[in-house]
């Protein structure tokens, strides 16, 4: 196994990612798909530290997680925020805020 | 040695196997759906406290703590006193968020 | 005698773009947060067949476990009805899916390539959770230390968030 | 851990490894009737009733042990139903996302001492040894959450989804105290892995090295199985039963085989934490070894483990009749303001102290 393997692996998972990010309007959905892209991050990180010999790949994955603990944790409650003080969490409708 | 390092992983699949393999077989035995019942088809997933939302979102904050903690315990007789410093100020920081959270009344349920 | 690394490797690589695309594609978002748990476990045996035990064991514990627990919670809070997703592609969108798409065939390109001559990583090492350890807490330290940062200022973010009291 | 075992050792390993998961798998199996049988008996005597005693073989009663063989058969045959408005495919899948955790994390216990073959080859005892040992029981048991929440989520009912919020919040709160009581451990042996845990406790068992720990082990094992006295989320009275309101059948009988499988797994993680494991107390290893041969000697610590476990099962039981049910934001206050940072002074203490010699 060679390490592009697990690169393309990743990618397969980024392209999904990107694309929930752009097409659907759910904002729960949208911020799966970025938990989705931070783990294509993260195996490129174990794939390349596992092909290089390097621990360092496993601790960034380790701040990752932290980071995206972080991340969901307020994004949600920014999407909770939302949904209470408009009642959709519909991108569109907040598109058109945007005016 | 390698063996019990790939029985682990056998297991693993295996017991995956195993587990569901159980409640399918006695599920065909039984009967297909039956009657639908009509319960409570009210908007009932609405209105739902937010306090269960700030125990998940602490939840997800020390569990990412406690894994810490425990990569630390693991190399603790390495790091020593070192360690244990750094692992104070560590939790320093954690408890004034803690602390935060009980000022906050986030954790009072009523 | 057969290398089984190759096999398992497909079937869990096959799994996780299933999950994935499903991720995406699920209509409902309890199915796609499901999907998720899914994908991140299977990506927890990708690291594990990589001799990443502890980094599995992580996926599996926070992000599994925990953060998704998270979504789950939300969504079943939320309770959105389902939108009709028309899928709209503007210009700008448009755009980023082709590039991501070119960066995905040529890494295609470069994976059949290596295929022709490939090229070996499994590296010789069981357990690794010391060595992991080791660099967090004496190399990364600082990043140690500012990790409990982000965490109190995610705490305090999102409990001040939620608190607020929005009007009507 | 190494993908490759297809090329590592031959068909006889094979065999053993495969031997070992059916005979578990056999064993965990029964422990959900035998502790139903139990539960019914325990308050039986404690109230000086009599309990089930009527089913049996023949003219054979055996206390009425088969009851719950007759239980089983009976809910098997039982019809399925699910309410309308329920979300048919996750409604079929929550009991299954509870009987997998349930079933993979006993894969990491060590039921007894390596046996070693007349050829050399090593048996060890617990299906895997993983360097993250207990951790990924942790992590697996953290997966029963979703069992839970999809269960209550998907049956589309007002007693279904409180009791699941209830039961998954509950669960959720109680894994950090119990991650948090089990770093001194780690702190004290130096592992995860739980065979070298066992083997370290040959001469003082871990309870008497980290007994704050074994207590907020204790509470917590007790509050992540919701389990009397903080079996809040099925609270007969208010919420009908919980999560499981609506599943019948087979279904039901899925969830209740995960329960049990999961406080076994906790008793015998308790029973190897902090009891010695296999260890048989006050009896040297090496000495049994020498007398009875590897093979005795691993039966005989696969008896000691099992009752040891065993008398923490009983525990859930006893518990269970004694002790009257918390009340909901009590139960969440003693995990988070109590248990949490006792948890985390007993792991500076732990700490503190070993850093000092």
Sequence with gaps: ?99 | MLVAAAVGFLLNVLSRFAGPRRPSKVKYESYECGVPTDVSKSGVRENMSVKYYVTALLFILFDIETVFLFLWAKIFSQLGWFGIVEVFIFLVVLLCGYVYVLKARALEWD | ?168 | ?357
Excluded at chain 3, 2 to 8: E, G, I, Q, R, T
């Design chain 3, 1 to 168: 005698m057969m290398d089984s690394a190759p096999l398992v490797f497909y079937t869990l690589a096959a799994l996780i773009t299933f999950s994935s695309i499903m991720v995406v594609a699920a209509r409902t978002p309890v199915i796609s947060a499901l999907f998720l748990v899914l994908d991140l476990f299977l990506l927890a045996c990708v690291y594990a067949s990589l001799n990443a035990n502890f980094v599995a064991v992580i996926q599996v514990l926070v992000y599994a476990g925990a953060i998704l627990v998270l979504f789950l919670f939300v969504i079943m809070m939320l309770n959105v009805p389902r939108v009709r997703s028309k899928p709209r592609i503007k210009a700008l969108d448009g755009l980023l899916i082709t590039m991501v798409m070119v960066a995905f065939l040529y890494m295609l390109y470069r994976v059949i390539a290596q295929y022709l001559s490939p090229l070996p990583v499994e590296s010789a090492g069981g357990s690794n959770t010391e060595a992991v350890g080791k660099l967090l807490f004496v190399e990364h330290l600082w990043a140690f230390e500012l990790a409990s940062f982000l965490i109190l200022l995610a705490m305090v973010a999102s409990i001040v968030i939620t608190k607020k009291r929005a009007a009507p």
């Design chain 4, 1 to 357: 851990m190494g993908l490759n075992f297809l090329h590592d050792h031959n068909l006889l390993a094979l065999a053993i490894v495969i031997a070992k998961v059916v005979f578990l798998l056999v064993l965990l199996l029964q422990i959900p009737p035998l502790m139903i049988w139990l539960e019914r008996r325990a308050p039986a005597l404690m109230q000086r009733r009599r309990g089930p005693n009527r089913v049996g073989l023949f003219k054979w009663r055996l206390w009425g042990l088969l009851q719950s063989l007759a239980d089983a058969i009976k809910l098997i045959f039982k019809e399925e139903i699910a309410p309308a408005g329920a979300h048919k495919a996750l409604f079929q899948l929550a009991p299954l996302l509870g009987v997998i955790p349930a079933f993979v994390i006993v894969a990491v216990i060590p039921f007894g001492q390596t046996i070693t073959l007349a050829n050399g080859m090593t048996i060890p005892l617990s299906l895997t040894q993983l360097d993250v040992g207990f951790l990924f029981i942790l992590a697996f048991s953290s997966l029963g959450v979703y069992s839970v929440a999809v269960a209550g989520w998907a049956s589309n009912s007002k007693y279904s989804l409180l009791g699941s919020l209830r039961a998954s919040a509950q669960m959720i709160s109680y894994e950090i105290p119990l991650g948090l009581s089990l770093i001194p451990i780690v702190l004290i042996y130096g592992t995860f892995d739980l065979n070298s845990i066992v083997a370290a406790q040959e001469q003082v068992w871990g309870v008497v090295k980290a007994p704050l720990s074994f207590v907020i082990f204790l509470v917590c094992m007790f509050a992540e199985t919701n389990r009397a006295p903080f079996d809040m989320a099925e609270g007969e009275a208010e919420l009908v039963a919980g999560f499981h309101t609506e599943y019948g059948s087979t279904k039901f009988a899925a969830f209740f085989l995960s329960e049990y499988v999961v406080m076994f797994v906790l008793s015998c993680l308790a029973a190897t934490l902090f009891f010695g494991g296999w260890q048989i107390p006050f009896i040297s290893h090496a000495w049994l070894l020498a007398t009875f041969g590897t093979a005795v000697a691993a039966l005989l610590g696969f008896g000691a483990l099992l009752l040891k476990a065993a008398f923490f099962m009983w525990l859930y039981v006893w518990v269970r009749w004694t002790l009257p049910r918390f009340r909901y934001d009590r139960l969440m206050a003693l995990g988070w303001k109590f248990l949490l940072p006792l948890g985390l002074f007993n792991i500076l203490l732990t700490s503190v102290i070993l850093g000092s010699y």
């Design chain 1, 1 to 99: 196994m060679s390490p592009d393997h697990y690169y393309a692996l990743a990618l397969i998972m980024f392209v999904c990612g990107v694309i929930g990010i752009t097409l659907r309007r759910n904002l729960i959905v949208i911020m799966m798909s970025i938990e989705l892209l931070l783990n294509s991050v993260n195996l490129i990180f174990v794939a390349a530290s596992k092909a290089h010999g390097l621990v360092d790949g496993q601790v960034m994955v380790l701040f990752i997680i932290t980071i995206a603990a972080c991340e969901a944790a307020v994004g949600l409650a920014m999407v909770i925020a939302l949904y209470r003080r408009y009642g959709t969490i519909d991108t569109d409708f907040y598109r058109m805020l945007r005016g």
